[in-house]
Nanobody
Framework: QLSLVESGGGLVQTGASLRLSCADS????????MGWFRQAPGKDREFVAS????????AYGNTVKGRFNITKIRRRNTVYLQMNLLKPEDTGIYYC??????????????????????WGQGTQVTVSS
């Protein structure tokens, strides 16, 4: 069982950058595919980005493609989300998640919320206009 802890959120202006971090404080032995989701007030949780357990394969939501970059540490359950050119519509609570059930293919990148079993508590990102 993982214990995911996010950090790095905050209040920034449009066009700024932020780097979110997520790590497993339980330090599980196995490395898992991980991802980021976000939820704006009054909206459903939205896929942001995810990476295979090796970190070599990644995927992005259409609204963040080209602006955000996910980095997954290969042999650790640690993942970063570099967010550039932030917009007010990027505002929300950002959640880190891990896929702890099979398949565990090295290039498998889960995309849907249902495919992730462990979740962090979230970190708030607010982008002012």
């Amino acid at each position: 069982q993982l214990s995911l802890v996010e950090s790095g959120g905050g209040l920034v202006q449009t066009g700024a950058s932020l780097r979110l971090s997520c790590a497993d404080s339980a330090q599980a032995d196995k490395s898992y595919a991980m991802g980021w989701f976000r939820q704006a007030p009054g909206k459903d949780r939205e896929f942001v980005a995810s990476a295979s357990w090796t970190g070599e394969s990644t995927a992005y939501g259409n609204t963040v493609k080209g602006r955000f970059n996910i980095t997954k540490i290969r042999r650790r359950n640690t993942v970063y989300l570099q967010m550039n050119l932030l917009k007010p519509e990027d505002t929300g609570i950002y959640y880190c998640a891990a896929k702890t059930t099979p398949p565990f293919y090295s290039d498998y990148v889960p995309l849907q919320e249902i495919n992730f079993q462990s979740w962090g508590q979230g970190t708030q990102v607010t982008v002012s206009s």
